[in-house]
T-cell receptor, first 115, second 109 residues
Framework: EAQVTQNPRYLITVTGKKLTVTCSQN?????MSWYRQDPGLGLRQIYY???????DKGDVPEGYKVSRKEKRNFPLILESPSPNQTSLYFC??????????????FGPGTRLTVL | GIQVEQSPPDLILQEGANSTLRCNFS?????LQWFHQNPWGQLINLFY???GTKQNGRLSATTVATERYSLLYISSSQTTDSGVYFC???????????FGKGTHLIIQP
């Protein structure tokens, strides 16, 4: 089954304790990205990657890191989480054609609480 | 950046009713998608519809790209249709999706 998976689905942690949220897709997509969803602010893009070893900042990258060592995986790293990073996180992927406009597929979400 | 406006923000209907949700966007786009966010927070792809009309069961969508709007139709609503419906657009390349604020739909039995 074609899908985007995220782990963990739920996480409660404390300020300053490094964590990684994994994202994996099995559709051979070049493009992957991370979004966060917050009440009143909607969904906003954190980082994206156009292919292996190619990553770039989205609209709200502060406090996050990413890596793209393999095509299928795009982990989100919080080196020193803070309470304002409490949010619902989504990973997404799509093909990347030159003309753009490719359908994006979303993972099930990771609900993160930072105390 | 591109602006996406959805209306209405909230909608309460009885089971069996029909509804139309609207999405206006401020610039030309190469991608427009409709999503349903269920009560568990999952984003379900409904339609990929940068232009034209599509139907899937009781749901259909139309995008008029030249006039910069899209409509999502839900017919014969069921309680399981409840949730938030998002419209999201992308101008092209690796811009990423810009989401509207959503329409919160409640279907009462």
């Amino acid at each position: 089954e074609a899908q985007v998976t995220q782990n963990p689905r739920y996480l409660i942690t404390v300020t300053g304790k490094k964590l990684t949220v994994t994202c994996s897709q099995n559709m051979n997509h070049e493009y992957m990205s991370w979004y966060r969803q917050d009440p009143g602010l909607g969904l906003r893009q954190i980082y994206y990657s156009m292919n292996v070893e190619v990553t770039d900042k989205g609209d709200v990258p502060e406090g996050y890191k990413v890596s793209r060592k393999e095509k299928r995986n795009f982990p989100l790293i919080l080196e020193s989480p803070s309470p304002n990073q409490t949010s619902l996180y989504f990973c997404a992927s799509s093909f990347l054609l030159a003309e753009g406009g490719n359908e994006q597929f979303f993972g099930p979400g990771t609900r993160l609480t930072v105390l | 950046g591109i602006q996406v406006e959805q209306s209405p923000p909230d909608l309460i209907l009885q089971e069996g009713a029909n509804s139309t949700l609207r999405c206006n966007f401020s610039d030309s786009v190469n991608n427009l998608q409709w999503f349903h966010q269920n009560p568990w927070g999952q984003l379900i792809n409904l339609f990929y519809i940068p232009s034209g009309t599509k139907q899937n069961g009781r749901l259909s969508a139309t995008t008029v790209a030249t006039e910069r709007y899209s409509l999502l139709y839900i017919s014969s609503s069921q309680t399981t249709d409840s949730g938030v419906y998002f419209c999201a657009v992308e101008r092209g390349g690796a811009d990423g999706l810009t989401f509207g604020k959503g329409t919160h739909l409640i279907i009462q039995p």
